[in-house]
């Protein structure tokens, strides 16, 4: 098992596997975004390598993202691999959803049991509006082919202001009336290039449940408040689904935090807020052992920081969100 020097067990991975995606949202990346030559990025033997070891220090719970995952060569492979991995007891994945009407299935054959897909407003214009590509019935044919193939899913909402911060968010919360679905409204974080958009435009959790509760009607906490990851629950009065808030900015969540995270170019992020990262790709592609990449990572684990630095202005500008995974 990996501890980090306040005692929390870490044992989730987050797994970028690559920075590219087919769609430019505002609060990601900008649109004339430019991504890492090939060469930079973890090969799939990288990946495997990698994911050994993490399963070998206790980590359990495996989540691939992106940029965009689906558009990775073989994420159908990887993931059948990770899945197949000793110690891996989850395989789940965040997406846009725009390609997994005909990947859901076979993603699920191989071994994901849960996708969380992102789908900001129902609106086919504000979608385009805030994805700057993107159409949002692909994102619809998407989560019913994650359906149909039996995963388990989750839907996000990253919520800006002016741009899907009223109705929309009530267009949303109003499906978990007639669907089991957790919808996740996600607090907007700042990174390098575009934080000034970001946290002008931040919304927080107070503000959309009074949003929601002024037209849907009650919302109450669910089991008292405990997270469920990283959301706090609310429902509506007889839904099926529940509302999740993660609020990362205004109520981080740092102690129940057991995660980690790997970026496409093979980097050991330790906080999604700060920019304190450890190299593994230098010393995998030196010959490093297996027992020298383990213990890198375990030191790495144990310096994990506690705390953002957005109050103190403390910026991470290192990188972008696409290429770090959220
Ligand atoms: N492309 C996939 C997607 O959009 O779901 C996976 C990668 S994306 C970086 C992972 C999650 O981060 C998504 O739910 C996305 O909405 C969220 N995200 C992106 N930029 C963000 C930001 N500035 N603040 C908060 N969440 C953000
Ligand atoms: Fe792509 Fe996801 Fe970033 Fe949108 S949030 S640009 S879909 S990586």
Known sequence: MSFDRFGRNINYLRISLTDK??????YCMPEDMTFRPRAELLQDDEIFRLVDLFAGLGFHKFRLTG?????????????HRIAQTPGVKTVA?????????????????????RVNISIDTLN??????????GDVEDVWAGIHAAREAGLKIKLNAVVVRGYNDKEDVVDLARLTLFQPWQI??????????VASFQQAGIVTQEELLQTIGDTLGPVSLVDGGALDGEARLYQLEEALGTLGFISSVTQPFCATCSRARLTADGRLRLCLLREKEVDLLTPLRAGASDEELAKIIEDGIWWKPWGHGLAQDVIPLNRVMSEIGG
């Open 67 to 79: 940029g965009e995952p689906t558009v990775r060569a073989n994420v159908v492979d990887i993931v």
């Open 124 to 133: 086919p214009e504000k979608f385009k509006k805030l994805t700057r590509w």
């Open 21 to 26: 995606c087919n769609l430019r949202c505002v």
């Open 184 to 193: 996740r409204f996600i607090e907007m974080m700042p990174f390098g290039d």
């Open 93 to 113: 994945m965040t997406t846009n959803g725009l390609l997994l009407d005909r990947l859901a299935r076979p993603l699920a054959e191989a071994g994901l049991q």
